[in-house]
Nanobody, 121 residues
Framework: EVQVVYSGGGLVQPGGYLTLSCAAS????????MSWVRQAPGKGVEWISA????????TYADSVKGRFTIARDNAASTLYLLMSSLNPEDTAVYYC??????????????WGQGTQVIVSS
């Protein structure tokens, strides 16, 4: 079955930066598009970024464009999210997900318990 190990979450002040990672196993990571999604307190799940299987194409939700960067290391089966200029609205649990396409996917399968990001002064 699919297994994921998250790291990098935590508490950060507004304007700060943080890098999340998701190490995955149980499927052929290098052949599939991947995404990051998040769920803020009291909100539904929001797709925020996707990357194609090779890592050369990416898309972002308007809410994070210009501030977040998605990347992957297929040799390590790991997905990354580099976050900067963080604000309190970025507070959420973040999950990595398998998606059917890298171009603004509308469906996704996310795994595990995610990693908590809290942006607060």
């Amino acid at each position: 079955e699919v297994q994921v190990v998250y790291s990098g979450g935590g508490l950060v002040q507004p304007g700060g930066y943080l890098t999340l990672s998701c190490a995955a196993s149980g499927f052929t990571f290098s052949t599939v598009a991947m995404s990051w999604v998040r769920q803020a307190p009291g909100k539904g799940v929001e797709w925020i970024s996707a990357i194609n299987s090779g890592g050369g194409s990416t898309t972002y939700a308007d809410s994070v464009k210009g501030r977040f960067t998605i990347a992957r290391d297929n040799a390590a089966s790991t997905l990354y999210l580099l976050m900067s200029s963080l604000n309190p609205e970025d507070t959420a649990v973040y999950y990595c997900a398998n998606t059917t396409t890298w171009y603004r996917p509308r469906d996704y399968n996310y795994w595990g318990q995610g990693t908590q990001v809290i942006v607060s002064s």
